[in-house]
């Protein structure tokens, strides 16, 4: 065995033993970790966390005849579960339904399914079998009539409410479109019963202008609600 040799053994065996501690170590977390999909929309996000219950959720008026209304929904987004919400959409065809997405509970945790539209299966041709029956999803949107729940312009200053208003809902708040536009966080709204105002961005009325968002105060007569300003 020459010297060369003698080098080329110890080095092969130290790659050997790093390899083998590398991959014991990788296969440890894979077994003790859950698997995170964050951004909402993905489809097969498992978390081991049940998702909150759902939320009455205020609906816009229909941009324009056509446009369905696609619910809002849960996301498990870093670490805490942050509510994703609804918003109108024109189908892919005048036909097609909305399927919304739903958690459903697995052996490792709960598993999100993403929505889809369902655009309808193609005839059969002459001859062939029939196709099978589709299994329906749990949760489908229709079109809702273009009367929504009364706007978050709408709540009125000053309004007492006897019931206590819900927690805040940690929202997900998507990309601002340009410099120009502030995010105004959503609120509850009272209706006969508390429904959420989901948040959006507003343009703002002038440069270097900030929203300060609006509360329910408690009061000698119940919640009293005040509304946001820009400053």
Not at 109 to 117: E, H, M, R, Y
Not at 206 to 224: D, L
Request: glycine content about 12%; overall charge neutral.
């Amino acid at each position: 065995m020459n010297a060369k040799t003698l080098l080329i053994v110890p080095a092969a065996l130290a790659i050997a033993s790093t390899a083998h501690a590398w991959s014991h170590w990788g296969f440890g977390l894979n077994l003790n970790l859950p698997l995170y999909y964050p951004t909402p929309g993905y489809a097969r996000t498992v978390v081991y966390q049940a998702p909150p219950s759902s939320v009455a959720e205020q609906v816009t008026p229909a941009p324009g005849p056509g446009y369905v209304w696609l619910s809002g929904h849960w996301s498990f987004y870093g670490s805490r579960w942050v509510w994703v919400a609804g918003h109108w959409e024109m189908p892919p065809s005048p036909s097609a339904t909305w399927v919304a997405g739903h958690w459903v509970q697995g052996s490792s945790g709960w598993v999100w399914v993403d929505g889809a539209w369902n655009v309808g299966s193609p005839p059969s041709a002459p001859g062939s079998p029939p196709s099978p029956p589709s299994v329906p999803a749990p949760v489908a949107a229709v079109p809702v009539p273009s009367t929504p729940a009364p706007a978050a312009v709408e709540v009125q200053e000053g309004m007492v409410v006897a019931d206590e208003p819900p927690a805040p809902i940690v929202e997900y708040v998507p990309a601002c479109p340009s410099p120009e536009f502030v995010w105004v966080g959503g609120f509850w709204g009272w209706n006969g019963g508390w429904y959420w105002n989901a948040g959006r961005y507003a343009h703002a009325p002038f440069r270097g202008a900030a929203w300060v968002s609006g509360g329910w105060a408690r009061g000698g007569r119940g919640w009293a609600w005040h509304g946001g300003r820009w400053r």
